[in-house]
C-alpha cells in the first residue's frame, strides 16, 4: 500500500484542484461555487469528535470527512470496508463518510478528495477541469 496518508497529504491534494481555499478558522477545503455558503461549498475536513458529552467537539487530524455524491455512494463506501470508513450519528443522512487516514494510501485519497470535490464544485468548472 506504501506510506499512509495524513494532513499534508490532505491539503496537497485538496489545494491542487481548481478553485480550491482552505478554512482560516479550521482544517478544511472548500471549493467556489456561487450556490454555497460564501461563494463556497466545503468538501473535506476534519472530523470533530464528540469525546465528553455537552462539551466542544474535539478536531480529529487522523480522521478526514469527505462529501459523497450521495446516500448510495455513502452506503457502498461504508459497507466496502469498515476499517478504512465509518459514520456517527452526527451525519446520520448528511451526505459525508469519515476516513481513517492511516488506512488509505494516497492514490485511494485523491480519488476519495477529486470526488468530493467533484460532488461540491459546479458542473461547468467540473467538466473544464476533465476531472
Known sequence: MGTVADQD???RIALS??????????FGFRVRNKAGRNGTKQFAWAW????????PRVPRPDVLAVR????AEKEMLLA?????????PHYNGFPAVLVRLAAV????????ITDAWRSQAPRDL??????
Do not use: C
Not at 484542484?17 to 479550521?26: G, K, M, S
Not at 466496502?80 to 456517527?88: I, L, P, Q, S, V
Not at 494510501?105 to 476519495?112: I, P, Q, V
Not at 467540473?126 to 476531472?131: D, E, F, M, N, Y
Open 9 to 11: 497529504d490532505v491539503r
Open 17 to 26: 484542484l481548481p478553485e480550491t481555499v482552505e478554512a482560516e478558522d479550521h
Open 48 to 55: 470533530n469528535e464528540r469525546v465528553t458529552p455537552g462539551q
Open 68 to 71: 459523497v455524491a450521495g446516500q
Open 80 to 88: 466496502a470496508d469498515a476499517g478504512k470508513f465509518f459514520t456517527e
Open 105 to 112: 494510501g494516497e492514490d485511494e485519497l485523491r480519488e476519495l
Open 126 to 131: 467540473v467538466r473544464a477541469s476533465g476531472l
